[in-house]
């Protein structure tokens, strides 16, 4: 039977085939794509509300007449449905559910392991490595500030550890101050250990008893006549008194998060203030898409629920609203977490006024993105007209060239659409095989690597294509896209001005065979300028990720024969590449390891 004439999905009855256990309902469309994921308490009452009712709300009827297929999965309890169903969101990502579309993974401050110097360190990523992870922090911006406190307070070495092990003198940083070098042997083990117990007892939020532990060595050490190590320990004791006062919030529980919501014209914003051991760590925002039902109480149930899944929970969060299950997910955040936490959405005093602060920065945060949206729909409206095309476009993309002399050249793809910026679809590609400093060849590799998969029937297809150059790029733009026969696009080369200049921009239309002027009036303008200098930012920084880690790369490397051991003492030997370069073979056969053969490859490997 073809799906054409497939039976219409009978809501009612399916209902009646329901259990009143707990569990979770997704409903899918007639290609199979999932719709809409949701918890129940009571499976037959929840999925029957939707199919029962005489009357729903607009956009809650058009999913419902698109579905062709319900699933269910039963639960022992309510708290494995809301857990279940959080999973399944952030894994599928259906259409009409709540999504966090800010989904990186946090920072943490990371302290080394089981070494005799330890060391601190911005981390992001999974926390697998020996040590300890503190955190985690709204922004990167938070943690390097906290090391940059650190640096100053405690002195403890931030350096990767390959710098650390081949110093021969201290670095820069011990001569201003913030490390006691103990790359050179500048302090024992047992004062470095000291630093660090500090370090850590001040991540943890016990800055008054470091304070103490300062204050009485300082002490001890006026007792004993040593008045210069005294006046270093005031001064310590001093630096973390006042940075105490800066960040101490008065009221503030040793963890807690407080989380408010604004929703206003089709769009929401969450804002969050996190609180640890009693300091603030500053706000971060979030805009998830809405779900059907989009009233604050469940949209914060749901941000809760997915956000909290694969983070650490504080043992309080402060919700504006009210939310539903607010009792089953506390008991669920506990049971993941290991310890209780309390969801408290009444609050007076100190939470009364974090709370309000939370809400002021979501009112704020979301007038921002409405006035940004407009200013956005204003600007492609000025694109359609200026371009000429039937509708606003709903994809651009932008290609842009990167390298320096035509080493390690890099091409970078970035897309925007009516929200702004898409970085999920951002593409780099590593060009090869073409002359150095050919930007016509490295332009037509790309634009052929990208859109091959086009023509195969894969990826978006973008209205409007921004290469930045002028005639010479847009043609090769025009022969990929004929060669690959793929029609429909306007591709639009973007010149720049005289003296490069802003605002005086040259559009080579090659659909319309002309060039224009725009002016630096022209909201048309402002937004091709703006996905320009995105793609120019995204290819410069590729290229100088591929230039540093090609320059981090050693020939030794590349040898067989010659591993980390045997690379190691080589460097150590000649005093660094440049020393192993200028030796003979016979000079290379004194290493321990190294005979003649291995010698001659050595040598042949550094004078190619």
């Known amino acids: 039977m073809s799906p054409a004439s497939e039976p219409a999905f009978d809501g009612k009855a399916f209902v009646r085939t329901l259990s009143t256990s707990p569990g979770v309902y997704r409903y899918f469309d007639a290609d199979g794509e999932l719709l809409y994921v949701g918890k129940a308490a009571n499976l037959k009452k929840r999925v029957g509300s939707y199919f029962l009712k005489p009357r729903m709300e607009p956009r809650i009827a058009s999913m419902i007449s698109q579905i062709a297929r319900c699933e269910t999965t039963v639960t022992r309890t309510a708290g494995e449905a809301l857990l279940l169903e959080s999973q399944l969101i952030k894994s599928l990502k259906p259409r009409y559910n709540i999504m966090l579309r800010d989904d990186k993974s946090y920072p943490y401050v990371y302290l080394s392991g089981s070494e005799d110097y330890p060391r601190l360190a911005f981390h992001r990523g999974a926390r697998n490595l020996p040590g300890r992870f503190f955190g985690p922090y709204p922004s990167a911006f938070a943690v390097r500030e906290s090391l940059s406190l650190m640096q100053k307070l405690f002195q403890v070495r931030q350096c990767e550890d390959s710098y650390f092990r081949n110093r021969s003198r201290p670095c820069l940083q011990h001569q201003i101050g913030r490390c006691t070098a103990p790359c050179v042997g500048l302090i024992s083990v047992d004062d470095y250990r000291a630093d660090?117990?500090?370090?850590?007892?001040?991540?943890?939020?016990?800055?008054?008893?470091?304070?103490?532990?300062?204050?009485?060595?300082?002490?001890?050490?006026?007792?004993?006549?040593?008045?210069?190590?005294?006046?270093?320990?005031?001064?310590?004791?001093?630096?973390?008194?006042?940075?105490?006062?800066?960040?101490?919030?008065?009221?503030?529980?040793?963890?807690?998060?407080?989380?408010?919501?604004?929703?206003?014209?089709?769009?929401?914003?969450?804002?969050?203030?996190?609180?640890?051991?009693?300091?603030?760590?500053?706000?971060?925002?979030?805009?998830?898409?809405?779900?059907?039902?989009?009233?604050?109480?469940?949209?914060?149930?749901?941000?809760?629920?997915?956000?909290?899944?694969?983070?650490?929970?504080?043992?309080?969060?402060?919700?504006?609203?009210?939310?539903?299950?607010?009792?089953?997910?506390?008991?669920?955040?506990?049971?993941?977490?290991?310890?209780?936490?309390?969801?408290?959405?009444?609050?007076?005093?100190?939470?009364?006024?974090?709370?309000?602060?939370?809400?002021?920065?979501?009112?704020?945060?979301?007038?921002?993105?409405?006035?940004?949206?407009?200013?956005?729909?204003?600007?492609?409206?000025?694109?359609?007209?200026?371009?000429?095309?039937?509708?606003?476009?709903?994809?651009?993309?932008?290609?842009?060239?990167?390298?320096?002399?035509?080493?390690?050249?890099?091409?970078?793809?970035?897309?925007?659409?009516?929200?702004?910026?898409?970085?999920?679809?951002?593409?780099?590609?590593?060009?090869?095989?073409?002359?150095?400093?050919?930007?016509?060849?490295?332009?037509?590799?790309?634009?052929?690597?990208?859109?091959?998969?086009?023509?195969?029937?894969?990826?978006?297809?973008?209205?409007?294509?921004?290469?930045?150059?002028?005639?010479?790029?847009?043609?090769?733009?025009?022969?990929?896209?004929?060669?690959?026969?793929?029609?429909?696009?306007?591709?639009?080369?973007?010149?720049?001005g005289p003296g490069r200049r802003a605002g005086e921009e040259t559009l080579v239309l090659a659909d319309l065979g002309r060039e224009i002027h725009p002016g630096a009036a022209s909201p048309a303008l402002h937004l091709v300028a703006a996905v320009r200098d995105e793609a120019h930012r995204f290819a410069i920084s590729g290229h100088r990720k591929r230039r540093e880690k090609a320059r981090e790369r050693s020939v030794l490397e590349d040898v067989p024969g010659v591993g980390a051991r045997r690379r190691s003492a080589l460097l150590k030997a000649f005093g660094g590449l440049a020393g192993v370069e200028a030796a003979g073979v016979e000079e290379l056969m004194r290493i321990k390891g190294i005979d003649r053969g291995l010698a001659e490859r050595i040598y042949a490997a550094m004078h190619p």
């Open 196 to 496: 660090v117990r500090h370090a850590e007892m001040f991540l943890e939020g016990r800055s008054s008893a470091v304070i103490d532990e300062l204050a009485a060595s300082m002490e001890q050490a006026s007792a004993q006549l040593n008045f210069e190590r005294a006046a270093v320990l005031r001064d310590q004791v001093a630096a973390l008194r006042k940075l105490q006062a800066q960040h101490h919030v008065h009221g503030a529980s040793a963890d807690m998060d407080v989380i408010a919501c604004r929703i206003e014209s089709g769009l929401a914003c969450v804002s969050v203030l996190f609180f640890r051991n009693g300091i603030s760590l500053g706000t971060r925002d979030f805009f998830p898409r809405l779900p059907l039902d989009a009233e604050p109480g469940d949209l914060l149930a749901q941000f809760v629920a997915q956000y909290y899944l694969d983070r650490p929970v504080p043992r309080e969060l402060i919700v504006g609203e009210e939310m539903p299950d607010q009792d089953v997910l506390a008991e669920v955040l506990a049971e993941q977490s290991g310890h209780a936490v309390e969801i408290k959405h009444r609050v007076r005093g100190d939470r009364a006024q974090f709370l309000q602060l939370a809400q002021r920065n979501a009112q704020a945060s979301l007038t921002q993105r409405l006035a940004s949206r407009q200013t956005l729909g204003t600007r492609f409206d000025d694109l359609q007209k200026l371009l000429e095309l039937d509708e606003p476009p709903k994809r651009i993309e932008c290609f842009d060239i990167s390298h320096t002399r035509g080493e390690l050249t890099v091409a970078s793809c970035v897309v925007f659409g009516p929200e702004g910026p898409d970085k999920s679809h951002y593409r780099r590609f590593n060009i090869t095989g073409i002359t150095p400093g050919d930007d016509y060849a490295a332009m037509h590799q790309a634009l052929t690597r990208r859109f091959r998969k086009v023509a195969e029937g894969e990826g978006a297809k973008p209205d409007v294509l921004l290469i930045d150059g002028g005639g010479g790029q847009v043609a090769q733009a025009l022969d990929v896209l004929r060669e690959l026969g793929v029609a429909g696009i306007t591709v639009v080369g973007v010149a720049k």
